[in-house]
């Protein structure tokens, strides 16, 4: 694994973090810094979709599928 790649709980932290603040923009705060706040949250969204995007590897994830070996408790057991 390459050491630049987010773990996966990383990025899913990320994302209910930003969902939270926006949340807390749409309840608590007033028109004008709910504006600000909420297009600030929507840019570091935007940014973390394009990210993703260019950093995305099909081959890598296929690779990965195939190393993965998926057990079925009781379907295959040795005779």
Known sequence: ??????KVFVVILTIALLLVGQVICATVLSGGLD????L???LIDAALLWFSVRTFQ???LVLAAKRV????PGAFRDR
């Open 1 to 6: 694994m390459s050491a630049r790649k987010p």
């Open 69 to 72: 070996r998926v057990e079925y």
């Open 35 to 38: 504006l600000h706040l909420e």
């Open 40 to 42: 600030s949250l929507w």
């Open 58 to 60: 099909r081959s890598a």
